[in-house]
């Protein structure tokens, strides 16, 4: 095997927690340890440092520090919101509109409401992962009640047009939450002037720890509470508050969106760096995803007649971490949905590769990945029965 | 939770104790709902001499009974009469929005002292357009 | 103001984290920080972490690793626990049988269940707040789907006939979920002898990292998710998995059961010393909950004629942390449902005081708080209106 270098390109899936982070952190695991709801002063310390990262997540997207609510992560956040809207206006309508390449947390959270009697509409998107915005205004009904579109997606990078999307749904009065789990620290984000109504982050995807995440949900929108319990945040969410957790996401958003643009500007270098080498040095290779709207530290790339996960372990064995849409390494055995929904057939899902750069990452990275990888899939295609076909068949 | 205000008339209250034959005497509150506030009145010349108060109740209701019986404390009644709930918890710096309800349980063992004071004087009690008896669990938030 | 002492006496609200925990979590933050859900090593090595807290946490309650899953804390494992029963079973029935005494997170959940048709008994309770096992047994119907009763309670620290609910629910084939987020540590549990299906835990409360619990669902208990997303958890938790957590809830509760009894002997002593010491001093004051069979560290007492939410204030004063079920310092301005259901009356709730003992109390501690409690019940008393009609009436 290789050198011991570790390339970690997979930030998409999580990031490391950074220092700062950390340290802000530390002292509310040991000392500063009080439940935020007594009323004594170490409770009161606590409060505040709840506050204090409440108003930074909500000057991060523009809305108000009250507009703000602190969860376990991502996927709850995407639960509650489509859920909470769900439950909370069964009786003006139970029609819900997504797409077809939404996270899990939405897909399995709205194939949950379709057997509790919800009506869901999963509009399709373009081959460059583009919603479809046609199909999305003529799905709307009078029983409307929801429409959740993600900002950015996780896999393929692309970004959604989500300033008409809000648009359209506020001419038609319908609530519109959208997924920024992606999205926090890599797009410029203002829930007001895009007309956001409820959006959910995950801290872990931007150096901040994994376990905690918020949601946004605008003034004056109602929607059920998903965590019943005691009266933490507002009463909207029961369960004592993840101080260490939540000072750490407050922390991690005002770093990640300190200069959105010098960050993109730095990552998408590298990243076109990656991708052109990538696409000059390995022949019969695809991107997948946007070509310009897409996350800056996303590439997300199909390297015909071989399989992602063989793909996956020669890169970890040469210290290079990524990852894949191939069934094979999924859970399911199901090829990636939002492959098949940009219109790969299955054997090019298959053989997907995504790297998704971070901070950390060098040219030096760069250049050992563009060493390593074409080998790498050569070596595969030199094991692999559609590559020989296709080499015998060309000739 | 608290201003320092609040906790200064918490901490050290104003006031507090009870005055013998006191010239008129104002309870509200119910144990039930928690909280019962008295006043005591001592008064000359249609001038609040002395005051004092007894308080079962939260943090900021002490505070509030501190608070409002300095700010009568050598008041005509009727200027003792207009003091308002609102103008006790700005004394105090702020309440917290679900606290607002313990001051105004000192508005109303006000009203309810002076108006024992005018019938014991024969007076017509002044009119009160609250019920400071009732759950005053509603008020506030 | 008293010297700056600090007596925390808060530990059934949350614990600091214990320096072993933190250690053990630190290298999950910045290190080892891969999700354990990707197949390269670093993800590998997350997911072994996560196997051993597993491990740890099935060991500590007699369960099998397989029937842990990780949730973002107490309040979630029980709402997962009642919604997750309810709506898998929905077609055999739709009764539930709980307690009045139970954690908000449980009630409300019930509260939000039954707004969706299913029904809901609340057993009543003794004057020393344990269960009326006979009203149990006469609320099962055979549309009755789940029992779930609290292992202790954490206001009071009465601890509940477990093993007999237990027995009761098998006989009659009903779910039983018992919440032990106050038991862990304090009492044995073992999930099979006692007959427990779901068990909530959050390891906060025995020194570990608050925003991580677990839920433990007895092998063949089917349940539906709460939070749904993607694979992880087996496919019946989506999030991505908060690896410092669970590694820190892991090494929280291998530290927590590894000797109950000595902890409950040195725990109790204290405790003791400072109860007795209490009702000694302090005339008109009376203990909550069942004289014996209660959590070690718990102490709950009412001292007549004033009210806690200025006690617990002047308590902060002189550096003492402890809480109340006073209504005036809950969000809801109700006093404590547990006092009112052990049938004390408004006033008598109003001026109750939990003290509740951990590792780090001494002797020093008790001894401090002996020496400034009854003054300061004392001069609430002098301000109380209901102590002066008792005194003038007396005289
Ligand atoms: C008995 C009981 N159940 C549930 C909970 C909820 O746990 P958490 O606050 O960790 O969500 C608590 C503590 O707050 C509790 O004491
Ligand atoms: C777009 C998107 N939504 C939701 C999630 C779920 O977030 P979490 O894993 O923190 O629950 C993720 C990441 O896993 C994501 O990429
Ligand atoms: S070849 Fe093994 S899972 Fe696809
Ligand atoms: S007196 Fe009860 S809340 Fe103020």
Known sequence: MDSKRIVYMDHAATTYVKPEVLEAMLPYFTEQFGNPSSVYTLGRKSRSAIEEAREKVAKAIGALPEEIYFTGGGSEADNWAIKGAAFANRAKGNHIITSKIEHHAILNTCEFLEKQGFEVTYVSVDENGVIDLEELKNSITDKTILISIMFANNEIGTIQPIEEIGRIAKERGIIFHTDAVQAIGNVEINVKDMNIDMLSLAAHKFYGPKGVGALYVRKGIRIENLIHGGGQERKRRGGTENLPGIVGLGKAIELATADIEGHNARIRALRDRLLNGILEKIPYTKLNGHPEKRLPGNINVSFKFIEGEGLLLLLDQSGIYGSTGSACSSGSLDPSHVLLAIGLPHEIAHGSLRLSLGDKNTEEDVDYVLDVLPKIVQRLRDMSPLYENFIKGGR | MYSDKVMDHFMNPRNVGEIENADGIGEVGNPKCGDIMRIYLDVEDNIIKDVKFKTFGCGAAIASSS???????????????????????????????????????????????????????????????KNYDDDHHDIGE
Chains 1, 3 share one sequence.
């Open chain 2, 67 to 129: 608070m409002a019986t300095e700010l009568i404390k050598g008041k005509t009644l009727e200027e003792a009469w207009r003091l308002t709930n609102k103008a006790v918890a700005e004394a105090l710096g702020g309440l917290p929005a679900i606290k607002m309800h313990c001051s105004v349980l000192a508005e109303g063992a006000i009203h309810k002292a002076i108006n024992d004071y005018r019938i014991k004087h024969g007076l017509e009690p002044w009119k009160d357009d």
